[in-house]
């Protein structure tokens, strides 16, 4: 069983920048690939990041690439969302969610953390 918490969540100004982490516990996700969704207000939930077990690979959603930037550290459990360049459009609650079977499909994750509120005002 892995548990994951979400943290670096806020209110930001468009145009600055957040960093979001995501720490497991109750076990290594290191083999274990990792995604980034979000959920705005009335929205179903949203993909943006996701990133493999070892970092080699990464995959953005349109809407944030070239903002957006998923890394992890295996070594501390941790797997991080860099995000510049921020947008009153990317206000959502962000959660992450680890070991998907559709890399896209949020229904694919087996573990899921409780989120972060990130809202960017204009």
């Known amino acids: 069983q892995v548990h994951l918490v979400e943290s670096g969540g806020g209110l930001v100004q468009a145009g600055g920048s957040l960093k979001l982490s995501c720490v497991a516990s109750?076990?290594?996700?290191?083999?274990?690939?990792v995604g980034w969704f979000r959920q705005a207000p009335g929205k179903e939930r949203e993909f943006v990041a996701h990133?493999?077990?070892?970092?080699?690979?990464?995959y953005y959603a349109d809407s944030v690439k070239g903002r957006f930037t998923i890394s992890r550290d295996n070594a501390k459990n941790t797997v991080y969302l860099q995000m510049n360049s921020l947008k009153p459009e990317d206000t959502a609650v962000y959660y992450c969610?680890?070991?998907?079977?559709?890399?896209?499909?949020?229904?694919?994750?087996?573990?899921w953390g409780q989120g972060t509120q990130v809202t960017v005002s204009s």
């Open positions: 109750g076990r290594t996700f290191s083999s274990d690939a």
């Open positions: 990133i493999s077990w070892n970092g080699g690979n990464t």
């Open positions: 969610a680890a070991r998907p079977r559709l890399i896209t499909v949020a229904t694919t994750y087996d573990y």
